[in-house]
């Protein structure tokens, strides 16, 4: 009798957590439609945008996934440590952010021979470095030749930018305002290239002296003994915790009344580990400013004016996202074999295999069930917010079982067992690993969307997920041992920048690095082109050139495109003078942005 | 007695070398090469390998690699961890206080309050209230502490514009502004931090306890002399808690001793879902880059942890129980 | 003294909540022999617009008729203003359920071919799914995959339950039976393996192995890692009633007859802690099940597209996803209630083994 009673209050407690569950799936009404946003009309208020006058004062708290490993701009070589070296130091010219144009920076003016090869720098007036000293040509030519060009310095990002066909610029000093840079040849980058963030010889020369330059600039060092001329200056770093910078009173640049910017006083980086608790301190209001994902867009906007921010959707990302099949051909000293098998090689260096599964990647799902909608099927190596080179008129992969498998059939693939999956026409099994790195949820979903669409052709996919540093060994090393991985690039405005990767010489020509030579008539061509246009100082010939490596690179496919996702950001409305650009998101401008009374425009 | 104490705890130490060379064993015996990520590495050179390789002795077959673990054991040397670059023991000590920290709380609050409602339940025997702590203990039982975990997870997150409820942090040990706060707000960081876990570990162990808190008690008050001391007329409050609570708690400390094994298990995955830096999440990092060194080393810290903890309810038993002295 | 057996009956009477679990366990363990009976679609078979599809909901009313059988409606998505996912029903098509209905072909126990399910939809149609529980981000079926996954979790308990009796009942029965020297060092050397945290020596074991070994594989290195861990409790209590039933006259009488040892053992002692070690055993296989879960949860064991329901926890793990897709969390009831039916059958059985109650 009691127990009856007992399993009444069972039954209860079952009945009330299912009803639970099943109000939590009632189907939601219908209350608009997703916006269709216009990234030209944001773009050309973007460029329109007039800033207002700031007033001082006040912090901006945003957050990082990672510790920097250093604050060396010149040694280091990850995306962290980029960013908060761009606060400090800066270049000679400076690439605006909404226009991506070349503008004077630290540099006023400059000159050009007519044959492209001799440039001549005239340095800006009344600038300082944060410890007073002057700034001078002195700063520009010691960067140069001690730092970047020196080869003792290791490792060193920004010398391969600046060596051109092995050899290097002569920097040379005319006055202590005047710096005077002779090339070797026509390099079409180089204007870019000089926004390379420039150090004090009064600081650093002494390291460079004694040898010891890798090891300073480093998470030890004493963030009061680092002079910048940036905006911004670090001001504390407690490792996974906080990094913070301070406003740089000497920095030289006004608004229009003449007031010295930056008006912040602080820029503090949380360092988050878990992307789930970033967004609920973000809606919280411990944290500014957020990049989120499309699949988080939701529970962002719905609380838009309760958590008073503000969301901005500003189009494609730029970078890519691909799926790469091995087509080494280069046979291993050691064992005498091909790295890559002879039959995989016929199946992946075969354009109509790749074609094949082009075709079958269901990039509609991939964006509908990852990004929540928010994204965009990717065709070639250029993503649209990269600006002028950006080729829109590339082949494209509509999703098409049928067509793949036609493609597969021409090229002799077919089930001729009834296994269920296809032999080539010598009878083997298609079946290959499919990697991709693990740690990123979203990744790992697209992968997975991407494996059962080649599954859907008759492959035997044996899909892993690897950690990221294992996967690049695997891809930059002998044995190669890789068959299919699904990886990403940043992308960048110049695409002389991405050499490495086009260049059939490049170490990260990851379908076939380092060739002797270019194993094909495709990819010698855009060794040609990649040779050519980066010594043609007309944009419009080069654009030309460039346009046609990302039809050959559609055409070829050996990177087989994605999709891109959308650039979601969030910040709070405290702040004023705040730009949303597709091509720089929305703090492109921090040394203008300001604490604002009011909330937002 | 204590000449017993003292043999069963010299026995520990060869107990625990003997599950460490058999994992060692199995690990050395599966495929896989932890220096692989090195000798793929270009900025690594083949010297740099080779003397890696020399000082742990990689080439020699696996019992005398487990020779030379045990020689550095001696010197209190674990090995080096390469996954994370560092010695095995600085990268343990960073972590495990924090683990300690959740299972010490834990363990706190499960006595605290299972004691309390177990004698309540004995006390009240088949009232409703015991009805209800017995359902609510059949269900804590079985109730695994990760699902138990995700469903508080999935809850706090939703209500999350509830005041106080929204403020439990769902992950991690201290907020990003930790070192900004003042000693009491730090202490009240990690407090908040700590409801969660401690919350999930303390309700599966609860229930267990509590079941046989009330077991115990109940046959306690059964026995005869305490239909003798009620005789006498002692008040009740003394016959509960000056007596038969006395000898009920001999077993509970006994099972103490085993439930151990469990909470520090249950700690492990929990910290784990829920971001903890503690030993857990450091033993999955570990398997998941194959870094023998440190998943050894984590082994062992478990086991001794484990036992300390033992060996603190033997002492506890000896204090409480005057028969377990002579 | 009474049988085993009939004490058991008896007492089970008393023990509602063990009827309960033995319920609740002949219901499951029916489902996994079934499994491709019982799930109406395979476990990798998904429709992309069916992404996280809420439970389908049945209607008995169709245009203000009642209908029997009831009708489901296809489903598609859309995104609203904040991207969020709105479900619609085409009312416009429906479906009519139906039982013992053709389905996806798939193989009985992975032998017989069959096409017909216990219920579905009529027709199988592809662009009108039943899922029952919902789907997960690629469109599965929630309640198939459950199903299928009920293979893996319900079994690991036995197959590994097998192994550590084998071990657990050699290494108990021998070390009472003897007794004295070999008794301890056997005794200790048992103990070693409860020196170490389960979990600990779980993972510690596992990492002997590539993180992602084919399911397969891992299904069965999982069995061999927990018996390994859960063996040596299990000896120590056979050791323990095996010293009692050793000093019993019928042993000495066997020994007499000249009986071998080994003999004695296995058919004489053993036997009689039957009782005991089915109890143990029963209490011990939700051990094996959290263990399973515990690997899939964290990535190390049961690999996509199988199912496991500890691997088809771990997208739980991600806060974010369950507050808009809850029914993914439906695998940890099922866990909690197999972990719950065997704790409530191995009391019971305890009670019924123990002659003083």
Redesign the interface.
Known sequence: M??TR??I??IILATS?FAF??S????????????QIDYTAIQKKAENFVPKIGTYGGEIIL?SFSDPKSFNPITSTEVTTSEFTSYMYEGLIKINPVTLKPEPGLAEKWEVSNDGLTWIFYIRKNVFWSDSTPFSAYDVEFTFNSLVLNDSINPNSSRDMFVIEGKKPKVSIIDSMTVKFVLPIPFAPFLRAMAQEILPKHKYEKYVKSGNFSNSLGIQTPPDSMVGTGPFLLESF?SS??VTFRRNPLYWQKDSAGNRLPYLSRVIY?????Q??E???F??G?IDYLRAK??????L??DETKGNYTVYRLGPTSGSYFIIFNQNTSIDPKTKKPYVDFVKQSWFRNPKFRKAVAHAL?KE?MI???M???GYPQWGPMSPSEGFFYNPNVEKYPYDITKAKQLLAEAGFSDKNGDGFIEDSAGNTVEFSFYTN?GN?ERG?LA??AR?DMEQLGFKVH?????F??LI??I??PPYAWDAIMLGLTGGVEPHFGKNVWHSTGTLHMWFPRQKAPSTLWEARIDTIFDTAVKILDENKRKTLYDEWQKIAADQLPLIYTVLKEQIFCISNRFGNINPSPNGGILHNLERIYVSSKNKN | MRDDLIRRTLLLVPQLLIVTFITFLFINLAPGDIL??YR???RISQESIKKLEQKYHFDKPAIVQYGYWLIRLCHFDLGYSFSREADVTTVISERIGNTLLMSSFAILFTWLIALPLGIFAAVKQ?SWGD??LS?ISYFGMSLPGFFLALLLMFFI?SF?NIPFL?AI????MV?????QLSLIGKICDYALHLILPVLVLTATALAGLQRITRGNMLEELRKQYIVTARAKGLPENQVIYKHALKNAINPLITLFGFSLSELLSGAALLEIII?WPGLGSLMLEAV??QDTFLVMGIMLMGGIMLIIGNLIADLLLVIVDPRVRS | MMLFETRLLKKLKKH?LAI?GIVILCFFYLIMIFAEFIAPYDFDN?K?DY??A??TKIHFFHENKFTFPPVIYPYS?????????????DISKPYKLSIFTKGDRVKLFGIIPINRHLFGVKGNPDNCRLYLL?SD???RDLFSRIVYGSRVSLTIGFLGVAITFLLGFLVGGISGYYGGKIDSVLMRFAECFMLVPSFFLLLALRSAFPP?LSSIQVYFLIIIILSFIEWAGFARIIRGMSLTITKQDFVKAAKSIGASDLRIIILHILPQTLSYAIVAATLSIPHYILGESALSLIGLGIQ?PQASWGNLLSVAM????I??H??I??PG?FIFLTVMAFNFLGDALRDAADPNK
């Open positions: 009691k127990e007992f399993n209050i069972k957590f569950f099943y939590c799936t009632q189907t939601q009404k219908i209350s608009g439609e997703l916006e957050s407690i915790q906080k949380l360092i988050v580990l878990d789930n608790a967004l609920l301190r809606k919280r411990e499309g699949e988080d867009y939701p529970t906007k719905k269901d799902s509908r069930i990852v929540n909608g928010l693990s949820i979903k997975e969307i059962k899909f892993q997920l690897l950690e540093n294992s060994q695997k930059d090393n | 692989a990520k793929f590495d270009p088949y009805r209800i359902l997150y999350s929204g942090p769902i992950g991690g907020s990003p502004n930790h070192d971001n998941r880059s | 509602p309960i998904g992309r992404s996280y809420p439970p998505y859309t995104f609203n203003q904040y991207a969020e996912r709105i479900y619609l029903e919902g981000a690629v469109g992602k996509e991600n806060v974010s996803d507050q808009y809850p029914w969390l439906i009831i």
